[in-house]
């Protein structure tokens, strides 16, 4: 069944791994039609053929240049980056006989992480780590399609975390030289889940920064970078635990595909994604613990300014009593109206009675504690 093409108008959507927006799509299409993005790389193929003892890598102008495998080759690595060019997908598609949902789920980029058998074909999408030009967290989604003898890859740009591997391919790395396609396929899985673990480093350096910096002065802290790092974290999780179902899906349901000894190395891959989730969870838990300490010490300042300023009203309550009775301009010729204004030591009184007064509320206010 060939895949269908249409051209999209509608602006890209986010790759970042936050929030964000999707593509808006052409409602009703067919299942399997292909719809181009505007803001997708152009469409750029690089073919690597290896076995043990052959090497053979070059880029394809088109798809009219993909030719079948020389002899001695027992792995083809296709590398399919930038998704403009849907018409070449869908050529590509035709002459691999590839699943028209495939093709579907490969230029839709906002999939989450998972694995999807097609007969003898498996397709596995996973999002790639990166960071954008604020330093922020995005992600990129990177698809595979597993048979035997070939992977291909479908990236959204050029640039990956894959060099390591290929850089095992050309030195002549005999487990990847002598592994098929499956164990192909878990070694860029494995470089894909590597590569998040520097990212979780910053975010704990990150951290550690702000933790100093709120308990050393709460004020001083940057409340904007908490906040961010916190969002990316968040995100992050939304990536990693459907990775961790996918990576685990792969252990467990049979496949002509992926052969058993693969799942040695599957299960180790499962591993790293459980312990960065872990590590993710914690670094979780200790930006939430410090939002709530920052709130904390701030709420407790507040509450010491207004501990200092409710004393400070409560001392002078009865002393503006006094200042008020006093300050009434009555008649003072009646013998009711104030008589002692006429006194000759009524203003030294009444300033000793204040200070009397402000003492008494200074000594029961130190007595209960609460000065």
């Not at 052969?259 to 930006?287: A, K, N």
């Amino acid at each position: 069944m060939p895949a269908e093409t249409q051209h999209a108008s509608a602006r890209p959507g986010s790759s970042a791994a936050g929030p964000s927006r999707r593509r808006p799509l052409p409602v009703g299409l067919a299942p399997g039609t292909l719809v181009a993005d505007p803001g997708a790389h152009p469409t750029g193929l690089r073919l690597l053929d290896f076995g043990p003892e052959e090497l053979a890598e070059r880029d394809l102008a088109s798809v009219a240049e993909l030719e079948p495998p020389a002899a001695g080759v027992k792995v083809r690595w296709l590398d399919v980056t930038g998704l403009a060019d849907v018409a070449a997908l869908a050529e590509l598609g035709r002459r691999l006989d590839l699943h028209p949902l495939v093709l579907e789920d490969v230029v839709n980029t906002h999939q989450r992480p998972k694995v999807e058998p097609y007969g003898d074909d498996v397709f596995i999408v996973a999002r790639m780590g990166l960071e954008d030009a604020e330093g922020c967290l995005a992600t990129e989604q990177i698809s595979l399609l597993v048979r035997p003898g070939l992977v291909i890859t479908f990236q959204e740009r050029p640039g990956d975390c894959f060099d390591p591997v290929r850089r095992r391919i050309r030195s002549g790395g005999p487990r990847l030289r002598n592994g098929g396609a499956d164990y192909l396929a878990y070694a860029l899985l494995d470089a894909l889940v590597d590569g998040y673990q520097p990212m979780l480093e910053r975010f704990e350096d990150t951290l550690e920064e702000l933790e100093d910096a709120v308990l050393d002065d709460a004020e001083a802290a940057d409340l904007k970078v908490l906040h961010r790092v916190r969002r990316d974290l968040i995100a992050l999780r939304r990536v990693i635990v459907p990775l961790r179902e996918a990576v685990y899906a792969l252990t467990r349901e049979p496949s002509p595909t992926i052969r058993r000894e693969t799942h040695v190395f599957l299960r180790d891959c499962y591993d790293h994604v459980i312990r960065m989730l872990e590590q993710l969870d914690s670094q979780r838990e200790l930006g939430a613990s410090l939002m709530d300490v920052h709130l904390t010490l701030a709420s407790n300042r507040t509450n010491d300014v207004m501990k200092v300023l409710t004393i400070i009203a409560t001392i002078f309550i009865p002393l503006s009593f006094l200042a008020g009775l006093y300050g009434m301009n009555f008649d003072t010729s009646s013998p009711w109206n104030m008589p002692e204004l006429r006194w000759r030591f009524g203003y030294p009184a009444v300033l000793a009675a204040m200070v009397v007064v402000a003492l008494a509320f200074v000594a029961f206010l130190k007595r209960k504690g609460w000065l």
